[in-house]
């Protein structure tokens, strides 16, 4: 064969088929779709997607699940005067239950930068949706709707951020370019909360206008009630007692006539409730809330977080308050109301054998995989705005009308009403009220604690460190038989709490990181 | 089983017909023998001008068919001159030794897309025969590569079936995303892990190429270097049958933990108010859990071939069984190999590879070593209490890691896995004009994995717990089977063509263009479910008997594709000077837009001094080669592909589904998950290479040595964390950082003369390299060796325990400096700064003394310090082969030096933290009153000293070691005595027997597989090496 042959007979083909090889690669070739990933743009196109877009920024509130958000936002709980660790069986409650005053809460500590990420999330999802919304193939309405839903949120996750950080990197869009936000002060954080909240009050409809199927979103006076909240730690006293009294002259809310059933998961979007975060037991998925079973007896099936201090329910008895105690406190060896059994009891396992009553589930009521719970959790109720109101009425010296709305609290647990109080007494009444009406809920105690000041010193300064008063009664004055057994949690607790230090959270470290030092680190961490 | 049996007897037959097609008769008969009378086996014979030939049997012997009288025949060798001798009935040819044995740099070596003479090589390659090999266990080919090439750190994670290696050739250039080497089986792109499917038996030889001037060529995924597997094909002229058979026994060397009493006493050092537990038994749990395990391994192939056919087959099988006594677990897997190559004219050659494979295994439970060495000895192996099963497991400390091993190893014994696959290529060659040959090659490589497992209903407590077994919530858990299964489909579609051209006998040209496409697909599903219908029945642990909720089920499916465009020129003047240049145009889906493409050239050059008349006088130095390269490759290794689309997560399955509406039910929701950087592109590594192979004294001694920089720049870097304050969540993928390694490598050896009767190869390799943080991150921060959620380790430490600045060294310890333990109070407050105040105001006697470095006064983070590091000084392999009269023995050893490990593992192993067992005899080590020792602080209760919970230098131990990891005697019968066969060999394998070092933890060899690489280095009570010795026969046809 010559070569001029070879040629003919192998060379054209051989051409032919590596140029079709390369023309048949071409660009489209590198083109291939990513199987079960949604692109926001082409996601968004009816109403039922819009609205689960909505839906997504809720779902910050609670946490996103025990260990991302919901267990710190307990563990904040812990760290007050009216919790424990509690867990005395695994090896971490002392870092738990005392998170704020030991060497373990340094800007390297998961949780710290847990909570702090899951709230950034929430608000980077409610501006997401501030900015795709406009745009959406939906009514003019929804969006309007909408849009109040995720500003409120929003306010919810800054307000949250701002009381557990102190100043905030505070942005309201979507920012496209890399530059670095520095933190902005605390009261620029409260004027954006207080400007969401008063446009999500005027957008968002009344409890009594949603349908059924949307019970539990955002409403006008979910909006009022966390705004009332936000004036009074802002010491706005006067806006917080128009506002907290605009929603009680309503006359949406009001008390549930028995205490406990507020925590039945028979009762959920009660009379009582502003706001609550919805949790049912889908049988095939593992919907529901756990942080209930993290706190039950390990000899009833859960963890034993969050134990409750005797010196919380020294103050219950104090006050001869029995109702609460016992829809609070959940006494290993005490009879279980409305079960025909006693709480089993392991002393060994809990730093104080006193269980949350408020997540307690009856046996009978139990379901959902892995412990989730179909137990709804209340973020803002009706209470807790009465006690607002008495409180701002009070420093703006209107006692009578205070001692009505405290008194409103008390009559519903039995209790005899206040008379005759003005001024410190008058406040402390109030406060000692907050802390017995609201124990072991949504942070309050360990809000108040870092709010309150008396005779100008932050409660949680006369509580913690080496002479405060709670610490004192766990080390040398607590006869209780559990919590002075030798513990694996210290009971110790808050003997290392320094002032101007440990009221706030540190920054995570890597987002100081991330910054390049634009966003700062709190005072002494 | 009859079936079974028949199958795999066709099998073997449809494997011996392949072979014997190609096979034809014979008629000249001959032997070939160097000048002392010794057998030369493996010497080519061909008749002369023309492709007939065959090889020489071991024994020297060979048969050769169709030959015309008076032809001549050239027969030849490497190392021996080539000699002509005529063709008669009966030929005894006698080979001459070369005078200069440069036999080394003729030999050919795969540098990608083609084969060149060593000599031509200017890039870096180091090369392992197949042969040196033979006879070491086939469980994984990844540890037996261990030590026998520099600049190749191979370190084995974890004694667990299938065994894992990490492989490093040069150091790594990313922090977050794999930096293994991909592996080429005869031009087969296996991916950065397919070691796992090489059957050791197959291979003929294995190619590394070491630097990006050598591995640029192919291109992406190349960038952790390159192992190019050759499999043995037929030889000329011959059919024969090789089969191999072993049987052995792996096992560990028992650490020794301390019995019940020492623990007992120990515990009450650590709480005066600790309780012996009523029931305390005084439990071995290392005798209770482990054993030694047989290893059998058996391999047969048949390899012949003509001038137009040549083929080879083979099948190889392994099974190891699991090291614990409990749980079933084994791994066993068959490999087949059919390569078939057809040269029907010289124009043309077709051929294709198949290379199926099945493996199987059972895992031993929930369950690995560390609670076996952590576990009370007080606990009890079982313990019958109503309603309890041998699953259940308990604990008296109440910690996850200290409970029973032989619970959660048990429940192994319902689970299995099964994955089958085939590699396959199949190609065309076309010799168009004379020199150009263009090639087209398809291939596919897919597999199936499937598994199943069943976890029965048990308890997980404390034994003293009070249990309402009429409670069900007091269960632990329910029931329940899973089912997994995953497919994968990739194929590589490659066209080359060749050109090679030679001008005036001293200009040489060689040409080669290629296109190459490749996908890659894969999908799977998973499901798993509570409560079988029968729990007490095994026929029903499968998911369709499930009658419970699903626990949880998913799936998915990706695709992904790769193209490039390269070529390669290769020029030499007289085979002294060489260049050579790539250049190589990358395209992926995984970038975006115009970002898919980029273009990465590199070079090399050489030059063989003792070509140049000045150094001919110089006769000690028989060969010097100067070699120098630069080369850039590209990585688009990304651990998520989606890089550049902005997208949403739904959850309809998961906790945060928010519910909404009266009765409540689930609403779906969207949260943002990532967002997008369409700018993402190809991430650049840049090597810089100078070299030298030189061989002196008749090329007895031989020494080459590399000196290199590598450079990764625009790193692929997932933003885990994102800008919370900007809205930009974690998980976007940016180019940030560089990371540089530079280190150098060499190999000295010295071998025998080639007609020395006891012949001996010794050689050496010695390597050195230091990975460099040049930039990282959004910012430039450091980079802080955390490791959150494993093993608590950041937690049980209080903070990080490794440092990574820019522009130094990655990952070097950083800690306080321990200076003392306390002997007494006096010294506590002897303790203070300038003006008087207690620098250790909370330390009792017994604590550790720790260096106020800055002088403030205060032990605190800024009193941390750089502490060692875990990057060895120095690697070194060492490789020993003797032969004399028959018997062959080998030795190959590796080891490290001048690192640390950080033995987090002491903590529990010393001080029984935790309550976990200690090292029999640790309690005489710890602190027991003033003047015991410095050492080691008192036994204190967790948590009761803060200053105790420090990441200190007490953590840090001198890591040195060195490990003959293998030894083999062999003895080959003489071929005399066995006329009917080819060769006759058995042997003794023994692995990992002797470990040199002083490193007081189990064992100083660490890689952690779930740690980033800059927090690598932790023992967290490492495996003990796995030891194993067997026993085999080789017999040759």
């Known amino acids: 064969m010559k070569i001029s042959q070879i040629k003919n007979k192998f060379l054209l083909p051989v051409l032919t088929m590596l140029l079709i090889a390369t023309a048949g690669c071409k660009k489209e070739f590198f083109d291939k779709k990513l199987y079960g990933i949604q692109d926001q743009l082409a996601t968004i196109k009816d109403e039922t997607s819009a609205l689960a877009l909505t839906n997504g920024c809720y779902a910050f509130v609670d946490g996103t699940d025990w260990y991302s958000g919901r267990f710190e936002r307990m563990m904040l709980e812990c760290s007050s005067d009216d919790g424990w660790g509690g867990n005395d069986y695994q090896d971490r409650p002392t870092e738990i239950g005392s998170m704020g005053f030991t060497n373990a809460l340094n800007p390297d500590n998961g949780y710290a930068q847990s909570l702090f ?91 009594d206008v949603y349908a059924a199927a949307d019970k539990g979103r955002a409403t006008k006076g979910a909006a009022l009630g966390l705004l009332s909240r936000a004036y009074l730690f802002m010491e706005d006293y006067a806006n917080a007692e128009t506002t907290a009294q605009s929603i009680i002259q309503s006359n949406k809310y009001d008390l549930l006539p028995n205490y406990g059933d507020l925590w039945s998961i028979n009762n959920p979007w009660s009379k009582e409730s502003l706001f609550e975060i919805g949790y049912f037991p889908d049988t095939k998925f593992s919907t529901g809330v756990r942080a209930t079973t993290m706190t039950w007896a390990t000899s009833d099936g859960g963890w034993g977080w969050f134990g409750l201090t005797s010196d919380l329910e020294n103050a219950f008895k104090a006050e001869g308050d029995d109702v609460r105690r016992k829809n609070t406190i959940l006494k290993e060896g005490d009879a279980v109301e409305g079960e025909n059994r006693t709480y089993p009891a392991y002393n060994g396992q809990h730093t104080s054998g006193r269980h949350f009553r408020k997540f307690y589930v009856p046996i009978a009521d139990r379901g959902g995989l892995y412990g989730n719970q179909p137990l709804n959790q209340i973020i803002v109720r009706f209470a807790e705005t009465l006690l607002i109101y008495a409180e701002a009425a009070a420093f703006n010296g209107k006692n009578p009308e205070a001692l009505v709305a405290l008194n409103r609290v008390r009559a519903r647990v039995g209790l005899v009403p206040k008379t005759g109080l003005s001024g410190d007494a008058l406040k402390l009444a109030i406060w000692n009220e907050r802390r017995l009406e609201l124990a072991g809920e949504r942070t309050y105690r360990w809000d108040d604690i870092r709010r309150i000041k008396i005779n100008g010193k932050k409660l949680i300064a006369s509580l913690m460190g080496p002479n405060g008063s709670f610490v004192k009664y766990n080390t040398t004055l607590s006869t209780d038989p559990v919590e002075t057994k030798p513990h694996r949690e210290s009971t110790s607790k808050g003997t290392e709490f320094k002032e101007g230090k440990n009221e706030l959270w540190p920054i995570p470290r890597t987002v100081i990181q991330a910054s390049n030092g634009t966003v700062t680190q709190n005072n002494g961490y | ?328 677990a084994y791994w066993q897997k068959v490999l087949a190999r059919v390569n078939f190559d057809f040269t029907p004219n010289k124009y043309l050659k077709v051929g294709f590879n198949l290379n199926p494979r099945f493996e199987n295994w059972v895992n031993a439970g929930q369950g690995d070593l560390m609670p076996v060495m952590r576990t009370e000895p007080t606990l009890p192996v079982f313990v019958s209490r109503p309603d309890y099963n041998q699953f259940s497991q308990f604990s008296q400390t109440g910690i996850d890691r200290n409970s029973n091993p032989i619970a959660a190893l048990s429940r192994g014994i319902y689970n299995k896995n099964y994955a089958v696959g085939i590699i396959g290529a199949t190609y065309l060659d076309i010799t168009l004009i004379k020199n150009l040959h263009v090639r087209s090659q398809m291939n596919i490589n897919t597999g199936q994995g499937y598994s199943a497992g069943y976890t029965p209903r048990y308890y997980n407590g404390n034994l003293d717990r009070n249990f309402d077994p009429t409670d069900p919530s007091s269960l632990n858990k329910s029931d329940n089977a899973y089912n997994n299964s995953n497919h994968t489909f990739n194929w590589i579609w490659t066209q080359t063509a060749n050109y090679s051209y030679r001008l005036k006998d001293a200009h040489s040209f060689n040409l080669l263009a290629g296109y190459e496409s490749r ?42 594709t790769w193209g490039a465009i390269f070529g390669r020129l290769n020029y030499n003047y007289k085979e002294k000077y060489f260049i050579e240049g790539n250049a190589r145009r990358d395209a992926s889906s995984r970038f975006y837009s115009d970002n898919k493409y980029a273009l990465f050239p590199s070079g090399s050059i050489g030059w063989i001094v003792t070509k140049e008349k000045f150094l001919s006088s110089l006769k000690q130095l028989n060969y010097l080669k100067l070699r120098a390269g630069y080369g850039e490759i590209g990585n688009s290794s990304l651990n998520d592909p989606a890089s550049y689309l902005n997208f949403l997560s739904p959850s309809f399955n998961s906790v945060n589904t928010v519910n909404f509406g009266n009765p409540r039910i689930g609403s779906p929701i969207y949260v943002v998950a990532r967002p997008s950087n369409p700018k993402l592109k190809w991430e650049r590594d840049i090597d810089q290479n100078i070299g030298f192979d030189s061989y002196w004294f008749e090329s007895r001694l031989y020494v080459n040595a590399e000196l290199y920089k590598r450079k990764a720049k625009d790193l692929l870097f997932t933003d885990y964390v994102g800008r919370e304050e900007l809205g930009i969540p974690g ?33 050496a390799n010695f390597s050195h390299n230091t990975p460099y943080l040049d930039s990282y991150g959004l910012t430039g921060e450091p980079v802080l060796g955390n490791a959150q959620g494993y093993y608590r380790l950041t937690e049980e430490l209080q903070g990080p325990y490794t440092k990574s600045e820019v522009g130094q060294e990655i990952g070097r310890y950083w800690g306080y400096q321990k200076v003392k333990v306390f002997q007494n109070q006096t010294e506590i407050n002897a303790y203070t700064d300038k003006s008087g105040n207690l620098i250790q105001p909370n330390a009792k006697p017994g604590d550790f003394k720790y260096q106020d470095t800055n002088g403030d006064g205060v032990i605190d983070d800024k009193d941390r310090v750089y502490m060692g590091s875990r990057n060895p000084k120095l690697e070194v392999g060492l490789n020993i082969r003797i032969e004399y009269k028959g018997f062959d023995f080998a030795m190959s050893g590796y080891g490290r030096f001048g690192h640390n490990v950080m033995w987090f593992a002491k903590k529990f192993n010393y001080q029984g933290a935790l309550g976990a067992n200690i090292f029999a005899g640790a309690s005489s080590k710890a602190w027991s009153g003033e003047g015991s020792t410095d050492a080691n602080p008192a036994y204190v209760k967790d948590g009761a000293s803060p200053d105790l919970l420090r990441f200190s230098s007490w953590f840090l131990e001198k890591g040195d070691y060195f490990r003959i990891n293998n030894l083999q005697l062999g003895y080959t019968i003489p071929a005399h005595l ?36 800059n927090a690598n280095g932790v023992d967290i009570s490492q495996y003990p090496v796995k030891k194993t010795i067997i026993v085999g026969l080789s017999i040759g046809l």
């Open chain 2, 519 to 560: 996908k890659e697909y894969s999908l799977g599903n998973s499901a798993s479910r509570f409560k079988s219908q029968d729990p007490t029945n095994a026929d029903y642990y499968y998911l369709n008997y499930m009658q419970g909720d699903f626990i949880s089920t998913g799936g998915y499916e990706s695709q992904d």
């Open chain 2, 731 to 763: 998980g976007q993928k940016l180019n940030l950082g560089q990371i540089s390694n530079k280190g150098w490598e060499a190999t000295v050896g010295f071998k025998s003369k080639q007609s020395n009767q006891l012949k001996y190869d010794l050689s």
């Open chain 1, 117 to 207: 990420d899951n709230l950034y999330q929430g608000v980077r999802n409610c501006n997401n949706l501030m900015v795709v919304m406009p745009n959406a193939p939906v009514t003019e309405a929804l969006k309007k709707r909408t849009i109040a839903e995720a500003k409120f949120l929003r306010a919810y996750y800054y307000f949250e951020l701002v009381k557990n950080y102190g100043d905030c990197v505070l942005y309201t869009n979507l920012p496209t370019s890399a530059n670095l936000i520095p933190r902005s002060p605390a009261k620029d954080v409260y004027a954006q909360i207080v400007k969401d909240l008063k446009e999500a009050s005027s957008d968002l409809p009344e409890v």
């Open chain 2, 1 to 328: 089983m009859r079936n079974k049996i028949l199958k795999q007897v066709s099998l073997i037959c449809i494997f011996c017909c392949m072979v014997i097609i190609s096979w034809a008769q014979m008629i000249v008969k001959g032997t070939v023998r160097s000048a002392n009378g010794e057998a030369v086996s493996g010497a080519s014979i061909l008749q002369k001008g023309q492709k007939k030939g065959t090889s020489s049997n071991a024994d020297g012997s060979f048969t050769l068919s169709g030959i015309s009288a008076g032809a001549m025949l050239e027969i030849s060798y490497i190392g021996f001159e080539t000699t002509n001798i005529a063709a008669a009935a009966t030929v005894d040819a006698v080979l001459v030794p070369k005078a200069n044995q440069l036999a080394d740099v003729e030999i050919v070596v795969d540098k990608g897309y083609g084969k060149t003479k060593r000599n031509a090589v200017t890039s870096v390659i180091s090369s392992v025969k197949g042969s040196d090999l033979a006879g070491m266990p086939n469980t994984n080919l990844g540890s037996v590569l261990q030590g026998r090439a520099s600049g190749v750190q191979i370190s084995n994670s974890g004694g667990a079936n299938p065994p894992t290696q990490k492989i490093l050739i040069r150091g790594f250039t990313s922090l977050q995303n794999s930096t293994d080497p991909l592996v080429i089986m005869d031009g087969i792109n296996l991916g950065r892990s397919g070691l796992n499917f090489v059957n050791l038996a197959d291979i003929e030889n294995i190619d590394i190429l070491k630097d990006a001037s050598g591995a640029a060529i192919y291109g992406s995924d190349a960038s952790g270097g390159v192992i190019i597997i050759t499999t043995k094909k037929g030889k000329l002229g011959r059919f024969q049958t090789d089969a191999d058979v072993s049987y052995g026994s792996a096992f560990y060397k028992d650490p020794k933990m301390a019995g019940a009493d020492e623990y007992i006493a120990v515990q009450k050092r650590r709480n005066p108010a600790y309780v012996v537990p009523a029931n305390a038994a005084n439990t071995n749990w290392w005798k209770e859990s482990v054993k030694s395990a047989n290893q059998i391994n058996a391999n047969i192939s048949f390899s012949g071939g003509t001038e137009k056919l040549n083929s080879f087959a083979s099948l190889g099988y392994t099974k190891s069984d699991g090291n614990y006594t409990v749980g079933g």
């Open chain 2, 978 to 1013: 066995i006329p009917k066969m080819r060769k006759l060999r058995v042997y003794v394998n023994a692995q990992n027997m002797i470990t040199f070092t002083r490193y007081p933890g189990i064992n100083p060899e660490i890689y952690n597989a779930d740690l980033p690489i």
